[in-house]
């Protein structure tokens, strides 16, 4: 369950604030999957409708059951959060509430309070200043790709509508992907991998004029889909530090690469410290 | 090579790093030749500017001669001299085929970062923190410029570096300042600031028709030089500023103000202490007196056109003067690159010699002395030019 392994990240120490977390977090699980087991009966009631998720059922039943532990072994949580000291700093309490939060959100985003299936979607536009048919043709170009989504190495055609996706893992390792183009209208391109990955990644392109002959404006959806048992780790793994950025930045060096040709960087400059760039940068290019 | 590295509040050094290189096509490397400190420099050596980074090499006033062009670069060759514009602009997207260059949409690689400050990013700005791109600054021997093709303009050898070296931002600034204000034969126009920008606003009213130019500030040598170019002056610790603009024109006010102080003003009294303590507490960004004074004297109908450098959220701005008297505000990031050669040419013809600012000159070794003197406004300072070798 995402909350309790976000709690177990936290560097905390030892103490009865930590053990009175671990009690409200239990009883906001059991909570939580006390509503997910009988939120649908009641919904079935008022509606008449005699199916259900059994899906929601068993994830109540698993949150209920994360909380029943977390209330029994609360030392078993203080332990993974403790430390020599013997004390609960206002900074332990503060940043095993912050990451609760943050484990609420990472859930919510990742789709766990979701359907049967956790999928998650991003999309975003930008105008560029190039013809929709010259956007087109440099998108459809699978070995123009790799210039603007950043974390492909390469790409590969294999025949018309199938490519394979050389993308830089996380631990410098290659990762592979066949991807079928499912749709190519000449305005709209849309993508779908394919083969036995736990993860499918699907998404779209489309190049709308612009009123007044002005230019381009792409739109870009990206989706993400995986069973709803795909640990959070793997889902975190594909989607990246910060997946909406990552959609946005992607249309941005399209963009510049239409418009300009290249990529504004300042990777490689002089500066009075060890690298020319800063973690401002790095934030900001995803 | 040497550059000048900022690492705090009122702490710049002249550090050893390494040189520049061609990191894009259309990158060109420059020789810096004369650079100069702009008051808008003061901002981050004051630590007024955020993501500011240790490190940082400062300066975007700068002119020299290319050493190194990216294949790209066709219309510059080694050893052309060239003043480059502060804003770096691409010259392909929309706002710059509109001639907004400082509106530039490619050219600030942390635009993601601007847009949650400002909504939207303005383009990247040379030495200029890393919400404006991170891009190492021309207060060194060497520095890169990007969308080189686009940017510098060369200069004929006759004129000498004084000359044109304002070219990067100080003039034109200055211009489209004037020139935002529409100026009509005879108009009449109050110039808030007497520092470069505040003289070179002076002198391009006066270029585009102005009858009359009001300047205010508190400096002797600073309205001294306003007033040996034609403007009559008003010392704002001496007299009352409203009354006397009033008193000056009728009672209606001046046609159009130019506020060129920007966020560290000073001001006296309650509303300067007000100001200082708001600024210092973060609960405001700016210190922004002058503005609301050239809001609340600006005539009925009239413009209010802003150079000085603000960064975010300034308090008790008058705007309900706005409203009711149908007063025009207009600023930006000076759009360098339209102005390059119209100004050129006026120092060409011997119209303009904007080497008139220059009050000190000295080697770029001596940087953290010229930030510290020109900050202080020790020895009459005004405008200091840095030389790297």
Known sequence: ?286 | MKATCWYGTHHVRVETVPDPKILNPRDAIVRVTSTAICGSDLHLYDGYIPTTQKGDILGHEFMGEVVDTGPAVINLKVGDRVVVPFPIACGNCFSCQEGKYSLCENSNPNSVLAEKLWGHSPCGIFGYSHLLGGYAGGQAEYVRVPFADVGPIKIPRELRDEQVLFLSDIFPTGYMAAEACHIQPGDTIAVWGCGPVGQFAIKSAFLLGAGRVIAIDRFPERLGMARKQGAEIIDYEEIDVLETLKEKTGGRGPDSCIEAVGMESHTNGFIGLYDKVKQALRLETGRPHPLRQAILSCKNGGTVSVPGVYGGFLDKIPFGSIMNRDITIRSGQTHVHRYLAPLLKRIVDGEVDPSFVITHSMPLDDAPKAYSMFRSKEDGCIKVVLKPS
Request: charged fraction near 20%.
């Open chain 1, 1 to 286: 369950m995402a909350t309790a392994n976000l709690v177990s990240w936290a560097a905390g120490r030892n103490g009865g604030a930590v053990r009175k977390v671990a009690r409200s977090l239990g009883w906001f699980s059991i909570g939580l999957g006390a509503a997910e087991i009988l939120a649908p009966l009641a919904l079935t009631k008022l509606t008449g409708n005699s199916g259900r998720s059994r899906e929601s059922t068993r994830r109540g039943l698993r949150r209920v059951a994360a909380g029943v532990g977390l209330l029994a072994k609360p030392p078993a949580l203080a332990r993974l959060l403790a430390s020599s000291n013997g004390g609960v700093s206002a900074k332990t309490v503060a940043a095993v509430a912050g990451v609760t939060v943050a484990g609420v959100i990472a859930a919510k985003k990742l789709g766990a309070f979701g359907k049967g299936e956790r999928a998650v979607r991003h999309s975003a536009s930008v105008a560029v200043n190039r013809l929709p048919e010259d956007c087109y043709r440099y998108w459809r170009d699978p070995q123009k790709l790799p210039a603007f989504f950043k974390h492909l190495k390469e790409v590969r055609a294999n025949g018309d509508d199938r490519l394979e996706w050389v993308a830089r893992g996380p631990n410098g390792q290659d990762i592979t992907c066949a991807v079928a183009v499912t749709e190519d209208t000449g305005e709209t391109i849309a993508w779908r991998s394919v083969g036995d990955a736990r993860i499918t990644q699907s998404g779209w392109v489309r190049f709308e004029p612009m009123p007044g002959g002005k230019g381009t404006v792409v739109r870009l959806h990206i989706q993400y889909e995986a069973p709803a048992a795909t640990p959070d780790g793997a889902m975190q793994q594909m989607l990246g530090r910060d997946p909406a950025l990552r959609v946005r930045k992607t249309l941005l060096r399209f963009k510049q690469m239409m418009e300009t040709g290249e990529i504004a960087t300042t990777e490689g400059q002089p500066a009075g410290r060890p690298s020319g760039t800063t973690w401002l940068d790095r934030m900001a290019s995803v």
